[in-house]
């Protein structure tokens, strides 16, 4: 005669599935904030590529013709006209600007690709060696890498950002400032709250 072994099959108990629970919940929020901040940080260091990118393809414009990329058209007469601010993307895609970044004129909000890309404003072309930048990507937080090009050949010199605004979209760095702003008022009143400034941007003279 076969005998047959009875198994115990009772689930989790009440106080067991509370202490899974628990656990799950304490794992969560110790490795979520930790995902975030690693893509955070990826999304930085990406920005600081590609600024870095944009300075060098400035300046091997600049040593192949003879001037900084933002001359929008040449006359006859020996005249020209050059562009304000110099962006990748859309006009759509401009962050929000600080003192100094000046797209007032669209007529002098030029897209980037327009001068590294191609030879749009008819530089000498046995000179313009391009393109010197391939395409021209927004920021890793969908935002365009602006620069004040209007400063270009200011006399005296006066400083040149390649910026993105950072996760916040809003350019805190004035564009004379010869350093990137370390913080913000975010009031008008007192007493002020400070915040931290996200610019990432480099400096191309």
């Not at 005669?1 to 689930?11: A, E, I, P, Y």
């Not at 091997?60 to 001037?67: H, P, S």
């Not at 400032?177 to 191309?204: F, H, N, Q, W, Y």
Request: proline fraction near 8%; aromatic fraction near 8%.
């Amino acid at each position: 005669m076969k005998k047959f072994v009875r198994l115990n099959r009772s689930g989790f108990t009440l106080i067991e599935v509370i202490v899974v629970a628990a656990i799950i919940a304490i794992l969560a929020g110790i490795l979520v904030p930790m995902i975030f901040s690693q893509v955070e940080e990826s999304r930085t260091s990406k920005a600081k590529g590609d600024v870095k990118t944009i300075q060098t393809a400035f300046q091997m414009f600049r040593r192949d013709v003879g001037k900084w990329p933002y001359y929008t058209q040449f006359n006859a007469d020996g005249t020209f006209v050059t562009c304000s601010l110099l962006h990748t993307g859309a006009a759509a895609d401009l962050p929000a600007l600080s003192a100094g970044f000046d797209n007032s004129n669209p007529a002098q909000t030029i897209p980037i690709i327009d001068q590294l890309a191609s030879n749009k404003f008819g530089y000498n072309a046995t000179m313009w060696k391009g393109p010197y930048l391939p395409d021209s990507s927004l920021d890793p937080w969908g935002k365009s890498y602006v620069i004040n090009s209007g400063n270009l050949d200011s006399n005296p010199p006066e400083v040149v950002w390649i910026m993105s605004a950072g996760p916040d979209g809003v350019i805190q760095t004035p564009a004379q400032a010869k350093e990137l702003c370390t913080t913000v008022a975010v009031a008008p009143d007192p007493p002020t709250p400070i915040s931290p400034c996200d610019d990432i941007g480099i400096r191309l003279n």
